[in-house]
């Protein structure tokens, strides 16, 4: 049976599958000794470099520069002229020395005021190196041995649907992604699948009024056939569609950007991204993206030259983060943004004699913004490894990519051990990623892990004034309260948020009875309103 069948089945699942906004307050709430900073607005972006980047030209090894140079003759970043590598970092020890590409100006930029790490041999166990699968390994929080966290949802899905239990039902999304036409697989949760917006090809100011919609009034009445089940879905989409937009454009109309970005496409969408964040919009992670990385050939315009097609696409990249962490702080809001790139594989370590690289496995991470700790971690990449035995790849995995993302959905935005597990567990090794965590990755003052101690408060204790039941439901639901009051008024929400009913009636007996016999099976999320208190409770129809 499939877990998410299991969750809407069972009367005794989990506390953390039945009772996620409980699991919320006991998760965000910390120690009132601790002297710990307010996480409520912090944001992750993700900037996705599609088609696999040349980790290699991008930084240079440079205790290992003369075999670099036997692998790359004719397209490794030449150690002079004009276009000679940048040194990044010559405190740094000797099996740290990094070389940037010379397009790289903005990331050492980023790095000399302390705001850029370097994560060196970034993978996964058994790399998978075609596109398609690794880029959904990525987006499952799966490695090359096993698809046992999910290969219909993403972990990013999974995370924002237990820990932002309690946003499911605002009026904006939770993430908001551009650059790609196709909606993310890393959004797709368990059971609230409409956790993110796409809004690529949008202009975010008139999003809400260009929305096309199904044109005109939904139908009143929704057949109950397979027929009446899909129109019922894009109506709901629909609606849900036009509420999160309403909400973006009105965030990036009440936003601005502080400073010049270049004219291109990645600092469009980063552009876009600043607007929104300026603007309030609630929205917990975004993700951008600029493609063109498979750089089989002409990834660079001659032999011995650092100008190309990679030098374009980095110097586009470094630009871009650059003039967004600029904006950021400039209207002094880095302390609440950390960026990260990610690229579902690297290139092999030798040339390919067309100008270009092919397929490899590692590749590096950039993390970057206030909140990090500026630096490099790990070492160098052991060039020797690269044979014409195993193909000239570079097989050693420093780090998981899992364990950077851990250690910010933990460290940085406050998720507890039981919410990492549940977005991906290390089945390869049998052991959790909150084990296997990057020490440094955060300055101390923006790491909750230290001197903040989260709550071990049991969620199924988390006081109610309201009672619903039975929980699951067929039919009927009860609402009862411990409080004495005549009337209720409550809000019905689907997994994805849209709100289905908005009532206030009358107490009988000490409670108010729904039919919600038309329902669906599935989940929905009930908010109680009394007086100026608020709860929420999640309920299943079977």
């Known amino acids: 049976m499939k877990r998410r069948d299991f969750i809407k089945l069972s009367s005794a699942a989990s506390a953390i599958a039945l009772t996620p906004f ?9 120690m009132p000794y601790a002297n710990c900073p307010d996480i409520s607005n912090r944001k992750l972006v993700l900037i996705n470099l599609a088609g696999a980047n040349d980790g290699l030209n991008t930084i240079v090894p440079l205790n290992q520069y003369d075999i670099y140079s036997n692998l790359r003759p004719t397209i490794k970043v030449p150690i002079t002229g004009v276009n000679k590598y940048i040194s990044l970092d010559r405190t740094l020890p000797d099996n740290q020395q990094i070389g940037l590409n010379p397009a790289l100006t903005g990331l050492k930029s980023i790095y000399d005021k302390g705001w850029l790490r370097i994560m060196q041999s970034v993978g996964y166990p058994s790399q998978n190196k075609s596109h398609f699968k690794s ?16 290969s219909d949802t993403g972990w990013l899905g999974r995370f924002m649907e237990l820990y932002y239990a309690d946003l499911i039902v605002e009026n904006y999304p939770l993430a908001v992604e551009i650059g790609s036409n196709k909606t993310s697989l890393g959004f797709h949760a368990e059971e609230a699948h409409g956790l993110s917006l796409n809004i690529s090809g949008q202009d975010p100011a008139g999003f809400y009024s260009v929305l096309s919609g199904l044109g005109g009034v939904p139908p009143l009445n929704i057949p109950d056939s397979d027929y009446g089940k899909q129109l019922e879905y894009l109506t709901n989409t629909d609606a849900l569609s036009n509420t999160y937009a309403e909400s973006i454009s009105k965030a990036f109309n009440s936003g601005k950007n502080d400073t010049s970005y270049p004219d291109s496409d990645l600092a469009n969408q980063l552009k876009t991204v600043a607007r929104l964040i300026s603007g309030d919009l609630g929205s917990k992670i975004y993700m951008v993206r600029i493609s063109g990385f498979d750089t089989h050939n002409a990834q660079v315009q001659g032999p011995g030259e650092a100008i190309g097609k990679h030098h374009s696409l980095l110097t586009d990249l470094a630009e871009s983060m650059e003039a967004f962490i600029d904006d950021m702080n400039s209207q002094n809001l880095s302390d609440n943004v950390v960026g990260l790139t990610f690229s579902e594989f690297g290139r092999k370590a030798a040339e390919n004699g067309n100008l270009g690289t092919d397929h490899g496995e590692i590749a590096p991470m950039f993390v970057f913004g206030k909140p990090v700790e500026g630096g490099v971690s790990g070492t160098n990449p052991d060039l020797t490894e690269a044979t014409s035995s195993n193909n000239f790849q570079i097989q050693t995995v420093q780090y998981d990519y899992r364990q950077t993302f851990t250690t910010l959905l933990q460290n940085y935005l406050g998720a507890d051990d039981s919410i990492i597990d549940a977005t991906f567990f290390n089945h390869t090794v049998n052991d959790s990623f909150v084990n296997l965590k990057i020490d440094d990755l955060l300055k101390s003052e923006f790491d909750i892990s230290k001197g903040c101690v989260a709550s071990t408060k049991n969620p199924l204790e988390a006081h109610k004034n309201w009672l619903v039941y039975p929980n699951p439901f067929q039919d009927i639901v009860n609402i009862t309260g411990i409080a004495a009051v005549e009337t209720l008024s409550f809000r019905v929400y689907n997994a994805s948020g849209l709100l289905l009913l908005n009532k206030t009636e009358a107490l009988v007996d000490g ?5 919600l016999y038309n329902f669906s099976s599935g989940v929905y999320f009930f908010e109680m309103l009394s007086g100026s208190h608020k709860e929420i409770h999640k309920v299943v129809k079977i």
């Open 22 to 30: 409980e699991l919320q307050a006991a998760i965000k709430s910390f």
């Open 135 to 150: 880029t959904d390994l990525y987006l499952t929080g799966n490695d090359g041995n096993s698809l046992l966290n999910g």
């Open 511 to 515: 409670k108010v009875t729904l039919n």
